[in-house]
Nanobody, 121 residues
Framework: QVQLVESGGGLVQAGGSLRLSCTASGRTFSSYHMGWFRQAPGKEREFVAAIRWSGSSIYYVDSVKGRFTITRDNAKNMVYLQMNSLKPEDTAVYYC??????????????WGQGTQVTVSS
């Protein structure tokens, strides 16, 4: 089992940028597919981005394509989400997640505690 801790959230104006980080514990991090999800107030948690264990494939929800970039550093047990051109609708709690099986959103079973991102208009 991998333990995940997110950081980097905060308050930013529309059009600004933030970089979220997720630190994973355990020596098997490089074998996990990693993802970012978010949950806005009153809404269900939604998939944002995922990256395979090797970094060979990356996936994004349509609403963040061209603005967000997911990367990982297996040597440091880290995964990142660079968020540019932020919009008020990006406001949510962002969660880091891990999957041992596939990058399908339903297969992510290990979660961090979340980090708040607030985008003001």
């Amino acid at each position: 089992q991998v333990q995940l801790v997110e950081s980097g959230g905060g308050l930013v104006q529309a059009g600004g940028s933030l970089r979220l980080s997720c630190t994973a514990s355990g020596r098997t991090f490089s074998s996990y597919h990693m993802g970012w999800f978010r949950q806005a107030p009153g809404k269900e948690r939604e998939f944002v981005a995922a990256i395979r264990w090797s970094g060979s494939s990356i996936y994004y929800v349509d609403s963040v394509k061209g603005r967000f970039t997911i990367t990982r550093d297996n040597a440091k047990n880290m995964v990142y989400l660079q968020m540019n051109s932020l919009k008020p609708e990006d406001t949510a709690v962002y969660y880091c997640a891990a999957s041992k099986s596939t990058t399908r959103p339903s297969d992510f079973g290990s979660w961090g505690q979340g980090t708040q991102v607030t985008v003001s208009s």
